[in-house]
């Protein structure tokens, strides 16, 4: 039997030889032999666990240590966090590198935070209710101003046409002309605050764009030739004839710049000028300048023109008229289609306004050459269904149509139009008022549209509320001219109707 090596030593050393022989000895030294054995297995075993708990102990320690660099970072973190958002906030953490402190403090400003938010929430909600009492006093206001004005413009007009006495004929232009003003004022606060409020929609419709720059320059020639000034358009021919945009925003920045260029201008000439800028499968890019040979404006004034209620000087009011809200209009309605208006101008020597303008590309071709822009107003056999309710509104409606040969037709509310169409009348065109006892223009509207698809039914408007032009167009109706009725707008706009009908016919 092989023993435990320490105990072979042993029997060696201190076992006399004959005892080896005996059997109760062998079994006592295989006993003892065993007990080594399992002596040094124990040892083995507890050296290996204490290995093994050292190792542990040195990983856990690492460990701690990493938390404890990640613990110190996240402090400084936040504390440059919250220093870079309030510069001042440190002071108010009482220890600083306890993130216990810090998370108190947070919590602290996120309470602060919040109280401050519900406060914004209630004046936001406080200034919503006076923008929209702002915009309700004004969409009332116009409408009460403008039915008036209506008739005053409508009237003088009606009165040039009435062969006045030589001595009448100024006091009937100037009667005109702060009519005019008046009413130019008006729409321009309106306009000016209905932008403010992000209110402006723009329409997307095919524009000839070349009639209406000549419709502009016609409008504008009487005012020109008064001071003496020569008014010329310089059209690109490589303009596609329509393009799709905003006609009547257009209209009113190049008319705006135009009487500008007039009314700074004595003796001298104005240039409408109309380039194509770029060209793209989707869209067309026109370069407008409006340049005039007038009195200019000095370097360090032409940025402030643009500023709302701004002038050049202080007696331009006095010697031109004028409230200084046109230019910050018309940066304003640029601004909004992605587009700037510059100026360059040299005082004595003239001004060039001018900006780009992005439309959409227009599948229309055809250019509607009988449109004669000049001739005299006509629209003899073409019968007319006029829907209005105020008596001095239909007595001129009347008046203005019949001049150009209309048959017209009065119905006093929109309930009685729609009886009207049910019975079977039938006319060329509708002309359809909005604001009506009994049953108002959209709703006739769109009653008249379930037994008539295609009579063309066009709205007059004197609201100035922003969603009208979409409503018009839901109602059913193709078109809308604004109040005061102008009688320069609303020839072409029937026009564009009536000969659509002959072309269908
Ligand atoms: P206003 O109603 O006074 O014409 P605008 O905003 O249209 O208001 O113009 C602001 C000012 O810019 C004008 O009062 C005038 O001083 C100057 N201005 C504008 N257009 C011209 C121009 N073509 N020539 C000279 N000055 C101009």
New binding site residues.
């Given amino acids: 039997m092989q023993y435990h090596a320490v105990l072979e030593k042993q029997i060696k050393k201190f076992l006399p030889e004959q005892y080896l022989g005996d059997e109760q000895v062998a079994q006592f030294l295989a006993i003892i032999s065993n007990s080594y054995k399992s002596l040094e297995k124990d040892k083995k075993i507890s050296e290996h666990a204490f290995n093994i708990s050292e190792m542990e102990y040195r990983e856990v320690t690492q460990n701690l240590h990493v938390q404890h660099e990640m613990t110190k970072q996240s402090i400084s973190h936040l504390k440059e966090a919250i220093h870079s958002l309030a510069p001042d906030a440190m002071t108010g953490i009482t220890d600083g590198d306890n993130l216990i402190s810090i998370i108190a403090f947070l919590q602290m400003q996120i309470l602060k935070a919040k109280e401050l938010e519900v406060a914004l929430i209630q004046s936001k909600e406080l200034a919503e209710k006076a923008a929209n009492a702002k915009s309700d006093f004004l969409s009332v206001m116009s409408h009460e101003i403008r039915t008036p004005l209506n008739a005053i413009i409508g009237y003088i007009h009606l009165l040039q046409n009435e062969s006045p006495l030589p001595s009448q004929v100024d006091f009937l232009r100037i009667l005109q002309i702060s009519a005019d003003n008046l009413l130019s004022l008006i729409n321009d606060v309106l306009d000016f605050s209905k932008i403010e409020e992000g209110k402006i929609v723009f329409t997307e419709r095919d524009i000839d764009i070349r009639a209406l720059v000549n419709n502009i320059k016609m409008a504008n020639r009487i005012k020109a030739e008064e001071r003496g000034n020569m008014l010329k358009v310089m059209f690109d021919d490589d303009i596609p004839p329509f393009v799709k945009g905003d006609d009547i925003r257009l209209m009113q920045i190049l008319n705006?710049?135009i009487s500008?260029?007039i009314?700074?201008?004595n003796n001298g000439k104005i240039m409408i000028e109309v380039t194509l800028k770029a060209l793209t499968a989707n869209d067309i890019t026109l370069h407008f300048a409006?340049i005039?040979t007038?009195?200019?404006?000095p370097r360090d004034?032409q940025e402030m023109?643009?500023e709302r209620f701004?002038?050049?000087?202080s007696n331009?009011?006095r010697d031109?008229?004028?409230?200084?809200?046109?230019?910050?209009i018309i940066k304003m309605l640029l601004n909004l289609q992605d587009s700037e208006i510059h100026v360059v101008?040299e005082p004595g020597k003239?001004?060039n306004?001018y900006f780009d303008l992005k439309f959409l590309r227009s599948a229309t071709t055809k250019r509607d050459e009988n449109r004669l822009d000049d001739a005299k107003p006509d629209l003899k056999g073409i019968s007319i269904l006029l829907v209005e309710d105020v008596e001095f509104n239909i007595m001129l409606a009347q008046k203005l149509l019949t001049n150009w040969n209309a048959i017209v037709t009065v119905a006093e509310n929109g309930l009685i139009a729609v009886e009207m169409i049910k019975a079977g009348d039938k006319f060329d065109v509708i002309l359809m008022d909005l604001q009506m006892p009994v049953m108002d223009g959209l709703t006739s509207a769109k009653e008249i549209r379930k037994l008539n698809a295609v009579v063309p039914i066009i709205a007059q408007t004197a609201s100035t509320s922003s969603n009208i032009q979409e409503l018009v167009f839901m109602s059913g109706m193709n078109d809308y001219v604004s109040k005061p009725l102008n009688p320069r707008y609303l020839y072409p706009t029937i026009l564009k109707y009536v000969t659509t009908i002959e072309t269908q016919h």
């Fill in positions: 705006n710049l500008n260029a009314k700074f201008t409006i005039d007038g009195v200019g404006i004034k023109i643009f701004t002038q050049e000087n331009i009011t031109y008229g004028g409230s200084g809200l046109g230019l910050s101008s003239g001004s306004f």
